[in-house]
C-alpha cells in the first residue's frame, strides 16, 4: 500500500478487538520510526508502551482518577480555546463522533462516558505514552508530533488501527507514578493500539478535510 493511500485510508480508532499485536511487531514499528526527522537530530522522544497487566492497572487507576472528578493538570499547555473555523472543526469533529454512537447533544451523562472510555484505551490491548523532556517546550513537540505520526503509519501499513489522544497527556501523575517516568519528563499526549472492532459504531465516524486552497498557498 502507498504512502498515499495510507493517508486517506488512516482514521481515529474508537474500538479495539482484545486480540494484542506480536510484540515483534511493536518492536519493529517503534524501530522504524526512530527514523523520524527532528530538528538537529535530537530525537527528543521518550515512548512508553503498556500492555498486559501493566495497562489493565494504569487503566483501572486512571478511570478512578477521573471519575473522582479530578482537574486535568497536562505539563503542558492544553488550554487553548478554539476560535473560529478551528472551533467550528472542532464541533465538526464531536459531532461525528456522537453522530454515530446515535448519542444526543443534549445527552450529557452518555457523552461523559463515552468520554470516559479515553482512559480505558477505548478496550485497546496497548497503550503509548508519548513523552519529552520539559525544557524542549514547542520545538521539541513538533518533532514528537512528527515521531507519532510516523508510529500511526507504520501501523496503519500493517493493518493495526490507533487513536492519538490529547486526553492522555491531561492526567499525568498517576501514569508517572505506575510507570517510574523521571519528573524533567512531561507527557504530551497518548495513542490506543490495536486491532480495530469493524461492528463498533464509534468507528463509524468519519470527520472531513479542508480542501487544498484553505490550507496551503503556491508563490512563483
Known amino acids: 500500500m502507498s504512502l498515499s493511500e495510507l493517508l486517506q485510508q488512516r482514521y481515529s480508532v474508537r474500538a479495539f478487538k482484545p486480540e494484542p499485536v506480536a510484540p515483534q511487531v511493536l518492536e519493529e514499528v517503534f524501530s522504524l520510526a526512530q527514523h523520524a526527522p527532528s530538528n538537529c537530530n535530537v530525537q527528543p522522544w521518550q515512548t512508553y508502551v503498556v500492555s498486559g497487566e501493566t495497562k489493565n492497572q494504569l487503566k483501572n487507576t486512571l478511570i478512578a482518577h477521573v471519575m473522582k472528578q479530578q482537574t486535568p493538570e497536562p505539563e503542558f499547555n492544553w488550554k487553548v480555546a478554539y476560535q473560529g473555523i478551528h472551533r467550528e472543526r472542532q464541533f465538526g469533529s464531536a459531532n461525528a463522533l456522537y453522530g454515530a454512537m446515535g448519542i444526543e447533544r443534549e445527552d450529557k451523562m452518555k457523552r461523559n462516558m463515552a468520554m470516559l472510555r479515553n482512559w480505558n484505551f477505548f478496550d485497546a490491548p496497548h497503550a503509548v505514552f508519548f513523552a519529552m523532556e520539559k525544557y524542549l517546550d514547542i520545538m521539541g513537540a513538533v518533532d514528537v508530533g512528527i515521531y507519532a505520526q510516523s508510529v500511526a503509519l507504520l501501523l ?23 510507570l517510574g517516568i523521571p519528573e524533567e519528563q512531561g507527557i504530551l ?19 472531513d478535510r479542508a480542501e487544498l486552497e484553505q490550507a496551503v498557498t503556491f508563490f512563483d
Open 156 to 178: 496503519q501499513e500493517r493493518g493495526i488501527a490507533c487513536c492519538m489522544q490529547g486526553a492522555l497527556g491531561q492526567f499525568p501523575g498517576p501514569i508517572k507514578e505506575q
Open 189 to 207: 499526549f497518548g495513542m490506543s493500539i490495536g486491532y480495530e472492532d469493524p461492528q463498533a459504531d464509534a468507528n463509524k465516524a468519519r470527520t
